[in-house]
T-cell receptor, first 115, second 115 residues
Framework: AQSVTQLDSQVPVFEEAPVELRCNYS??????LFWYVQYPNQGLQLLLK??????LVKGINGFEAEFNKSQTSFHLRKPSVHISDTAEYFC?????????????FGKGTTLSVSS | DSGVTQTPKHLITATGQRVTLRCSPR?????VYWYQQSLDQGLQFLIQ???????AKGNILERFSAQQFPDLHSELNLSSLELGDSALYFC??????????????FGQGTRLTVV
């Protein structure tokens, strides 16, 4: 079975500062990895995904994530955050040999950006 | 707009009652997933339907049931409601099972409050 641990439940940062949201996963098989964002009172929107190939994945809104197989991590980064990045961020995983099955989510990280 | 439509957006009901949540997936998507989001449990996968058939079950209570109709819309039925069932219920859809087209598109959710 797979599991996801998001190491920080809340991350407060100032506007224009860099940010890293940490995600570790556990799996005995290869996985696909995802980051979703949930803005207040909205559904989840895909930020980026890693399926294969380059371990550095670029997503929307200036976010990127790096897949590290040896450390079983998939940390999300942004070099300079904006107030509008304030949201809940979820890391998710599915087994690579079971594409189309349900995403398994971490408990989420609340990113709060202040001026 | 993800293309996934959930109704109603808000629902307030009393303990012991039964409610039905509705989801219309993106046009052409065969797979529908239901998730429950609560503060203490995070995003929990409930159940998946694929082209009208139940495909996978997660942490779904026996008091809950779902179905997917020939037009591919889905309904989640919650009965004998308890205060602890208060949560945000999300529906997501994806095109098919298998392959690398793994992105799930989420609706805006139905917020259920049991009083």
């Amino acid at each position: 079975a797979q599991s996801v641990t998001q190491l920080d439940s809340q991350v407060p940062v100032f506007e224009e500062a860099p940010v890293e949201l940490r995600c570790n996963y556990s799996s005995s098989v290869s996985v696909y990895l995802f980051w979703y964002v949930q803005y207040p009172n909205q559904g989840l929107q895909l930020l980026l995904k890693y399926l294969s190939g380059s371990t550095l994945v670029k997503g929307i809104n200036g976010f990127e994530a790096e897949f590290n197989k040896s450390q079983t991590s998939f940390h999300l980064r942004k070099p300079s955050v904006h107030i509008s990045d304030t949201a809940e961020y979820f890391c998710a995983v599915i087994p690579a040999n079971q594409a189309g099955t349900a995403l398994i989510f971490g408990k989420g990280t609340t990113l709060s950006v202040s001026s | 707009d993800s293309g996934v439509t959930q109704t109603p957006k808000h629902l307030i009901t009393a303990t012991g009652q039964r409610v039905t949540l509705r989801c219309s997936p993106r046009s052409g998507d065969l797979s529908v997933y239901w998730y429950q989001q609560s503060l203490d449990q995070g995003l929990q996968f409930l159940i998946q339907y694929y082209n009208g058939e139940e495909r996978a079950k997660g942490n779904i209570l026996e008091r809950f049931s779902a179905q997917q109709f020939p037009d591919l819309h889905s309904e989640l039925n919650l009965s004998s409601l308890e205060l602890g069932d208060s949560a945000l219920y999300f529906c997501a859809s994806s095109p098919r099972v298998g392959g690398k087209n793994t992105e799930a598109f989420f609706g805006q959710g139905t917020r259920l409050t049991v009083v």
